[in-house]
C-alpha cells in the first residue's frame, strides 16, 4: 500500500513524472485548480518548463451539508449541476441560486486577488493540463474542463496525484487524457493520501504564481542568449 504523500509538493513531483510525455512542448499550458491544486501544479508546470496559471472553481455545497457538493461554478460563468443530488434532497432553485450567488462573489474576489489584473493565459490550440490535489467525487473538475472547452484548446488533459478509481475513469468521455497518479482502493478522501493536507493560503497561491513566472522568464533568457544552436529544452532528448 503506498504510503500518503508528505504534502502537495511531493505530490506534485510525483505527478510530473506521470506526465513527462509533455515536457519542453511550446503548446503546453498548466492550469491549477486554487487554492490546493496551486503547490501540486507548480512542480509540474517547474518540470515540464511550462507556463502555469491558475483556473477558478467553486464548489456548490449542499443547504446544511456544505461539504457534499450539489455542483460547481467556474471561471467563464459555467455552473454544473450534480442532478441526481438536487433531486434526491429536492433542493429548490431558490435555495442554488443563493449558493450560486454566494460562491461566485467568492470566485470573483479571487480572480481579483491571485490574477493582480493579469488576463488568463491565452488557451486556444493549447495542451491544457488542469492540475488539483485529488480528484472525490469529480464535479469541481468537471466544470473546469467544461469551462476550458469554451476557449478551444486543442487537447484538455486532467491530472491529479490521487482520486476515486470511479471518478478517474469518469472523466475519459469528457477529457482527452486524464492521469491519476494514484487510484488507492479503498479511496475515503483526498486528505486521507497527505501527511500534511493544511489549507494553502492566498499568500502562498500569489508566491508560487509569481516564483513559477521568474524562474521561467529566467530559462527563456537563458536559452536566447545560448543563440539558436540552444535547441534541447529540458526533457527533450532527441
Not at 521568474?214 to 544552436?229: H, I, K, M, Q, Y
Amino acid at each position: 500500500m503506498d504510503r500518503p504523500f508528505a504534502n502537495r509538493r511531493e505530490a506534485g513531483v510525483e505527478l510530473a513524472l506521470k506526465l513527462r510525455q509533455y515536457a519542453g512542448r511550446h503548446d503546453v499550458v498548466v492550469l491549477a485548480l486554487p487554492r490546493g491544486g496551486v503547490p501540486v501544479a507548480f512542480e509540474v508546470a517547474e518540470a515540464l518548463d511550462a507556463p502555469l496559471d491558475i483556473f477558478l472553481v467553486r464548489k456548490l455545497g449542499l443547504p446544511g451539508h456544505p461539504e457534499l457538493a450539489m455542483g460547481a461554478l467556474a471561471s467563464g460563468g459555467v455552473r454544473v449541476l450534480n442532478q441526481d443530488v438536487v433531486r434526491w434532497y429536492g433542493i429548490p432553485d431558490r435555495a442554488i441560486e443563493a449558493v450560486a450567488r454566494e460562491e461566485q462573489a467568492e470566485l470573483e474576489r479571487r480572480e481579483r486577488e491571485y490574477r493582480q489584473g493579469r488576463p488568463l493565459i491565452d488557451l486556444r490550440a493549447r495542451t491544457v493540463i488542469l492540475v488539483d490535489d485529488g480528484l472525490a467525487t469529480g464535479s469541481t473538475m468537471k466544470a473546469a474542463v467544461q469551462a476550458v472547452r469554451q476557449h478551444t484548446p486543442s487537447h484538455v488533459v486532467v491530472a491529479v496525484p490521487v482520486g476515486a478509481s470511479s471518478s478517474c475513469e469518469e472523466f475519459a468521455g469528457i477529457t482527452d487524457e486524464t492521469v491519476c497518479a494514484r487510484t488507492p482502493d479503498p479511496f475515503s478522501a483526498v486528505g486521507q493520501w497527505y501527511y500534511d493536507f493544511s489549507q494553502t493560503t492566498d499568500e502562498e497561491v500569489r508566491q508560487l504564481l509569481e516564483d513559477h513566472a521568474t524562474r521561467l522568464r529566467a530559462r527563456v533568457r537563458s536559452r536566447v542568449d545560448a543563440g539558436p544552436g540552444f535547441g534541447r529544452i529540458r526533457g527533450d532528448e532527441s
